[in-house]
């Protein structure tokens, strides 16, 4: 039941959506018609357009007609003429597209039922752009190819924003999905299956990294040039010669064709280009065109930057080496092996997107040559996917190279990489034992009975189970870990130890006097007080005077234990050290038994807030 109401939702929200969007296109229309034409034209007409328009945008192809008495009007010869449109205005397809995002990602958020809503909601939006090209006669595959296209379009953007939030919350059947591919990858010999969906998820997130980088530079390039273009462009647009009405109608054709030139620039980027028209090219090494449309925003394309034209593509790469960089840090243990696997499907997973998005800006924008506008689908995703995969390799090579420096000149950080997972499975190895301790050596230890012989800052209170306050901020990193550690030594056996890395194995491996992992369960051998008596110990009672530790002392019952000297000048006085009693003497609700009736009397009944009983 929760699944068919999800379902009816789902399908609301999508005719919502879809009447919203056409609304917009249709309200745009009526202006032209009535400030641009005085309300020249057919109603019928002017809004079967604004359909056309609509469906355009949602990759749904058309088919122009003029007739012979409309290309005499326009100043061509009397003949008809019919051609198809197909370069959708990704500007409002982009509108559509977050919407239905939007609405996959919530569904997601319901578990399995969720998946009726991403139905639901392609249903819907299909039953609506079928309805509209029933009304179109320009929509080329009619109502039933229209609705089929309409929904692919929703459905698939609501399902893959489900599919990624049910992969974040771990849905239920994603579990038994996941586990189910695990099963499959055993029985096929494959080694450690369990690692599976971390890698997958790694390399997933990886290539969306590379087609985020590839589309952000696209961008950047795209609006350096068109503001080092502008001069060109409004001239362009005042050889038009429009009316004010006529200006604002293109500003709003072009803002709508906005993501397609952004998708020409990253094919440009890569080398490939872009063409507009049949036979014509753009690229960093040369610009070959012919007659143009009436856009003035294509006069921004650049002329090709000669012998600097291999720039282009270096940007490209330069995007994949920021990229690798953070994959190489992430992924220090793996073989030089597996990082080119994940890097080649990362790249791969990137170039189909591209291919896609390549497809998605392509098609036709007139008759004749301007039939075929647009970048080439593979060459253009091949190449950029080139690009990026050979610098997200060369900077995930360069991170680990990095890393491996940083290790052999700073010893005493092999314990964090090792909380971290940064040396493999193997953990430490006998040398980076042994720097790590010959590091720790040089520092003083609070616990040695030579201690009061160091300076005063060496004294400073000191936990009994951490030898070095450096190392004790480091061991939460490595706690949790499952790591072997192997003591390599001429005196002690080669015995294997294997044990949680928590904070008895780190004392026991790491720690230069080899204190026993169970110190805190022991008695002191040295008369001090036992680890509790000494973690009860703060600085925080010299803010009371001795009287008051005295009464609190006698009011909590019990003795404060004593503290070596060597430490007492850090806390204070031994009889300064029962903060325990100091809370309990102090609290402002230790009051005695006989004191409570009266104070339960006296708060008793109710009062106006803030007046005092």
Known sequence: MRAILTGVVATIEAVAVALASLLVVAGLAFLVWWLAFDLGAEPGAVFAGAGAAWLLAHFVPLTIELSAETMQLFGFAPDALSFPLSLAPLGITLVTVGFAVRAGWRFGARGGAGAAGVLGGAAG???????????????????????????????VSSGLAFLIRAGRDEHQWWIALLSTIEVGLA????????????????????????????????????????????????????ALQLDLWGTILMFVLQLALLPVLLLWTGAWLSGAGFAVGAGSSASPFGQLLGPMPGLPVLSAIPDGWGSAA???????????????????????????????????????????????????????????????????????????????????????????????????????????????????????????????????????????????????EHLAPVDPLWPREADRERAPEAAGAARS???????????????????????SAHDGNQRDADYRDSDASDGETDVLADLDATPEAELFDQHSVDDARAAAGRSVPEVPESRASAYGTPEDLDPEALIEAYSWDNVDADEAPAVEQKRAGWRWPGRKG
């Open 125 to 155: 939006f299909g039953a609506v752009t079928g309805t509209v090209s029933s009304f179109a006669p320009l929509a080329q595959p009619g109502w039933i190819g229209a609705a089929i296209i309409g929904a692919l379009v929703y459905g």
């Open 187 to 238: 029985k096929l010999g494959v080694r450690r299956p369990a690692v599976f969906p971390h890698r997958a998820g790694q390399t997933l997130r990886l290539a969306a990294m590379l087609v985020a980088g590839y589309v952000g530079l696209s961008g950047l390039v795209l609006a350096v040039g068109l503001l080092t273009q502008f001069a060109v462009i409004v001239g362009a647009s005042e």
């Open 310 to 456: 291999v720039l282009a593509p270096v940007l490209l790469a330069l995007v994949g080496v920021a990229v690798g960089v953070s994959l190489g840090r992430a992924a220090r243990g793996h073989s030089r092996g597996w990082l080119a696997l994940q890097v080649t499907l990362a790249a791969a997973l990137a170039g189909l997107t591209i291919a896609l998005l390549n497809w998605a800006s392509s098609g036709s924008l007139g008759p004749g040559r301007l039939e075929t506008v647009g970048p080439e689908v593979w060459p253009g995703a091949g190449l950029a996917a080139a690009w990026l995969g050979l610098g997200c390799f060369l900077g995930a090579l360069a991170a680990r190279a990095d890393i491996a420096r940083r290790v052999a000149h700073a010893p005493v950080d092999v314990l964090q990489r090792v909380g971290a997972g940064g040396l493999g499975a193997g953990g430490l190895g006998a040398a980076e034992i042994a720097a790590a301790d010959d590091a720790a050596a040089s520092e003083p230890d609070p616990h040695d009975p030579q201690a009061d012989d160091q300076p005063e």
């Open 485 to 507: 550690v192997r003591l390599d030594s001429e005196a002690e056996s080669d015995e294997q130890i294997t044990e949680p890395f928590g904070a008895e194995t780190f004392v």
